[in-house]
């Protein structure tokens, strides 16, 4: 099969390490990590827009390199070839290899907070900060809040926005077996000390993303969508669906 892979560059090496294995051409895109700041209706127009311009002639289907991601995906449609999601809420999923096994880490580490190398070395670009910074007052100083919102509003926003750490005890370094040394567990053993968090590292799982770009596409773990189709945000332990595109 000859297959296209548009996929968030938060997993470049985990990506680029399979598919070099895979016995499929692939065709790899990576998109921004900075969609993710603009969420839910403009993240899925930007991914609409990517998946367009495919020549859909040229491939049996387009796979994405993305989970839910705060419904970052919903609505988006597969045009004359079928799109191929993994069933997940977000890509923590992915590196983690399942959703079982994301749901028991979670429910037992209650305030985690996940690295990987992606989330280190592209986790914050240009265009995240930029957005960030323009939707929410992240990334600001108290200075810049101050000028922006005034003295009032900028007190009650900094107290707010250096809120949303507040509640991580634990910085998880995910291991994925693709590293080429040991700087990003370093990196994240440091933040976690200068942040005073628990530290830990556990081993990631491949198989989601080799499933995805080997073809196997199994329903219990994949959304296949039918051109003419588009994805839907479920409720359930389906996590993503399709309904025919309007």
């Known amino acids: 099969m000859r297959l296209k892979l548009l996929s968030c560059e938060i ?15 692939v ?17 899925c127009e930007r991914l609409q827009a990517a998946v367009d311009k495919v020549d859909a002639s040229l491939y049996e289907a387009l796979l994405l390199g993305y989970a839910l ?3 970052g995906v919903a609505g988006l449609t597969a045009r004359a070839i079928p799109l191929v999601l ?5 890509c923590i999923t992915l590196f983690l290899g399942s959703r ?22 592209r986790g914050r670009n ?25 003295e009032d509003n ?12 507040k509640n991580y005890r634990k910085l998880t370094y995910i291991e994925m077996g693709i590293e080429p040394d040991g700087r990003f567990e370093l990196q994240t053993r440091r933040e976690a000390a ?9 081993s990631g799982d491949l198989r989601l993303f080799e499933k995805l770009v080997l073809g196997d596409w199994d329903p219990e773990e994949f959304l296949v969508v039918p051109p003419g189709h588009r994805i839907v945000a479920r409720y359930d332990e389906a996590i993503v669906g399709l309904e025919p595109a309007p």
Request: hydrophobic content about 30%; proline content about 4%; charged content about 25%.
């Open 11 to 25: 997993l470049y090496r985990e990506m680029c390490a399979v598919v070099a294995r895979s016995p499929h051409q």
């Open 27 to 43: 065709d790899v895109e990576f998109l921004p990590k900075g969609l993710h700041d603009i969420a839910g209706a403009g993240m």
């Open 69 to 71: 991601c705060g419904n």
């Open 86 to 90: 993994p069933r997940g809420h977000d």
């Open 100 to 121: 079982r096994r994301y749901e028991e880490y979670f429910q037992n580490n209650p305030g985690v907070y996940f690295k990987t190398t992606g989330w280190i070395e």
């Open 126 to 150: 240009l265009e995240q900060l930029g957005l960030t910074r323009q939707k929410t007052g992240v990334g600001m100083s108290y200075a810049e809040l101050a000028a922006k919102y005034g």
């Open 154 to 165: 900028a007190q009650y926003l900094w107290e707010q926005l250096g809120g949303y750490t």
């Open 194 to 202: 200068e942040r005073d968090m628990e530290f830990e590292k556990i």
